[in-house]
């Protein structure tokens, strides 16, 4: 409700997805990871200057120690 559309305002980041993750989860829990797509690396590295440590500071605030973000560089293979 909060953090995806935070996302998206400044542009940088698009295509939202959230995935249940499937592995490596303690007995339990339920895992999920939030993946949005970028142009390239400059400007992940300029979302996370301007926004993105913000909002995870906002998230660890929020959720404690049931939460934790990072940005991971992928590709989309085609």
């Not at 935070?6 to 997805?17: D, I, Q, T, Y």
Request: hydrophobic share 40%; with cysteine.
């Amino acid at each position: 409700e909060y953090y995806l559309p935070e996302v998206e305002k400044k542009g940088m980041l698009h295509a939202p997805r959230i995935l249940r993750v499937l592995s490596h989860i303690e007995k339990g829990s339920v895992c999920f990871s939030v993946q949005f797509e970028v142009g390239d690396s400059a400007l992940l590295h300029r979302w996370h200057r301007e926004q993105g440590a913000e909002l995870n500071g906002e998230l660890q605030r929020t959720f404690k120690d049931k939460v934790i973000g990072f940005p991971t560089l992928m590709e989309v293979m085609e």
